[in-house]
């Protein structure tokens, strides 16, 4: 009976840790719902303090602390960092979706519909299984550039409206307004991405890891924002990328690694804010490059070989 009940007590006690973080998480959403701001936050402080370091076995943790504090931000910027951190960091995650869906509002917000645009291509493309993936077609929809109904059509035709009612009725509301009469040339298969870049799509699992305490500014030291289409594990496929870019007309394409990775990233130019690389992410989603903007150009180091 004594060791029946050792062997008891070993089995409660082991995954006690793990239970207990997640129940700090689970803990702060409910208090997120329940408009408990204070309290949320102290639980998000108090998990943080006891998981001070991203551990390869807790990325999902991880990603959800970020998640959890963009929706309790009351500041901007900080939230918009915490949702690129959950996209560009934990990408296999299941908050990635929804954080590429608030990075583009975000972006929206802020008047950068190119930057808003990619992200939620990005969501279409990547996540063909996510719930958020019909909210994703329809803000698709609405940032649509004048002549683009038609593609936008495809787009909404070829995404399913998913199961919630509230989306269902957005996502039907939007398709009536854009698609009107007009009728789809093929039966439209669900599941597939509608929304492709002309070369493998580069993964937002290409920035070092950020420190949430310390955010980056709108505005940043000249020279620190920079454009990225695309971050490799080979120098082959970054040099293919780097090929592409120069063949569509771009200049001073350049590949570099940043301190504690090994990821060859491609990049393009350096801004003294993010309002400076507008034009250049104009021509890049022209050219259908998917890119992203990153904030540690100064720190990089240029790859020879």
Known sequence: ????????????????????????????????????????????????????????????????????????????????????????????????????????????????????????????????ESEFRPMGAVWLSR??????????????????????????????????????STTASARPTPQRPVVQSPMPAPKLDSAPARNVENPPSEKTSAGRVAIQIGAFRELKGARGVQSQLEDAGFRDVRLVRVPGNQLIRVRIGKYENRAGAASMLARLANANFSAVLVTDANIETRVTN
């Open 143 to 180: 940032l649509r550039a004048k002549g683009q109904d038609a593609a936008v059509c495809e787009v909404l035709r070829n995404v399913s409206p998913g199961t919630n009612p509230e989306t269902i009725e957005y996502f039907k509301s939007e398709q009536k307004r854009v698609c009107g």
């Open 1 to 128: 009976m004594r060791t029946k009940s050792l062997v008891i007590a070993a089995i409660v006690m082991l995954p006690a840790p793990v239970f207990a973080q997640r129940g700090l998480l689970d803990h702060a959403e409910a208090r997120i719902t329940g408009g408990q701001f204070s309290e949320a936050r102290g639980l998000l402080q108090r998990w943080r303090r006891e998981n001070p370091t991203a551990a390869r076995t807790a990325q999902e943790q991880q990603a959800r602390y970020h998640l959890l504090a963009a929706r309790l931000s009351t500041n901007a910027d900080t939230a918009e960092y915490n949702y690129l951190t959950v996209a560009v960091d934990y990408p296999t995650s299941r908050f990635a979706p929804e954080a590429l869906l608030r990075l583009a509002q975000a972006r929206h917000t802020r008047g950068d519909t190119t930057q808003a645009t990619s992200y939620l291509q990005r969501l279409l493309a990547d996540y063909p």
